[in-house]
């Protein structure tokens, strides 16, 4: 069988060719009614593209290993700055709830419950 030839300017594309026959006989599929034609359109043109991109590697699928490095870097950066926000945060509320001030000569602080 001889390769159909593929054009590049056209993303490698297949041409493919529908042709329905009449229906109306017995046991015939529901698909060749005229408003469900599109389905069998819309399956010939997934599968053509699917064919055109056998061959077809996402770049980012190449540099994965680097990208999975730089995320990891940029959560441990986030996980750090978070942390230390946070610790100091807890270290002034701690403050507010924990810190009592010393009563002055002559003030009467109330006893800590």
């Known amino acids: ?9 056209m ?8 042709h329905f ?9 529901s698909l060749l009614k005229q408003e469900l034609r599109w389905i069998i359109g ?8 699917q064919d055109a991109h056998t061959d077809f590697v996402p770049p ?8 999975l490095a730089i995320v ?5 950066i ?8 946070l610790t100091g945060s807890l270290r002034s509320a701690s403050r507010i709830f924990f810190y009592r001030d ?7 602080a109330p006893p800590a419950v």
């Open 1 to 9: 069988m001889m390769s159909l030839p593929r054009r590049s300017n």
């Open 11 to 18: 993303g490698n594309i297949l041409p493919y060719t529908v």
């Open 21 to 29: 026959e009449r229906g109306g006989y017995n046991l015939s599929s």
């Open 42 to 49: 819309s399956a010939v043109q997934v599968r053509a593209l």
């Open 60 to 67: 980012f699928i190449k540099d994965r290993y680097l990208l």
């Open 72 to 76: 990891l870097a940029l959560i441990l």
């Open 78 to 85: 986030g996980a750090v700055l978070v942390i230390s926000v």
């Open 102 to 108: 010393k009563a002055s000569q002559g003030i009467y």
